[in-house]
């Protein structure tokens, strides 16, 4: 914590030897997964965090990971199914509107979040490069007294969001099974509405 908590900041680092890695393969049948022993790897890597609040209604947050993880075999390849670099940027503006009273809290959030390369195959020949959503999200909320002696209260939240608002379209999960290839891809630009109510 510096600046009076102001600016936070958190960085860490790994670096991991496994023993009978296990990997997720489709059954040679084609019904159902089975899990088999990869062998040895090895997984190194960082990562690091930055939040800061500008000001008492302004947050801003980076977050930033590398992990370089391989099979320690003859052909050293990359571990499937892990990210070497995830990224989230962000920030979240509140509003207290004066004169409104049934308004206790506007909130306005935007962020970034990406993840890759990721391989999809232990031989390494399938794989996602980069990618990334931008998202939002616009917040009221509704606070009022329980009439309960503690004195605590309720709040109600009513959210309008939008996902991937740049519609990037990227692979979220790959197999092969019966000689076959299959994705999963990633789901379009989405608007919502989203009720929460705590009690």
């Given at each position: ?192 509405i989203e009720l929460r109510y705590c009690f």
């Amino acid at each position: 914590n510096l600046l009076t908590s102001r600016l936070q900041a958190d960085i860490a680092a790994f670096w991991m030897d496994t023993r009978d890695q296990q990997v997720s393969q489709m059954s040679a049948g084609g019904l159902g997964r089975v899990t088999l022993n990869g062998g040895k790897s090895r997984s190194i890597g960082a990562e690091a965090m930055i939040r800061a609040f500008i000001t008492d209604a302004l947050e801003t947050r980076v977050s930033y990971g590398y992990t370089h993880a391989k099979f320690r075999n003859a052909d050293k390849t990359f571990v499937p199914f892990i990210p070497a670099h995830t990224l989230s940027v962000g920030a979240t503006r509140h509003w207290q509107p004066a004169g409104i009273h049934w308004i206790e809290r506007l909130s306005f959030h935007a962020d970034y979040r990406g993840a890759g390369r990721i391989y999809w195959t232990e031989d390494n020949s399938v794989w996602q490069n980069f990618a990334g959503t931008l998202n939002t999200r616009l917040s009221v909320r509704h606070a009022y007294a329980t009439g309960r002696s503690d004195g605590s209260r309720s709040t109600m939240d009513f959210s309008l969001y939008a996902s991937n608002l740049l519609g990037t379209r990227y692979q979220t999960f790959y197999f092969v099974t019966m000689q076959r290839s299959f994705a999963q891809y990633s789901r379009p630009a989405e608007v919502g509405i989203e009720l929460r109510y705590c009690f």
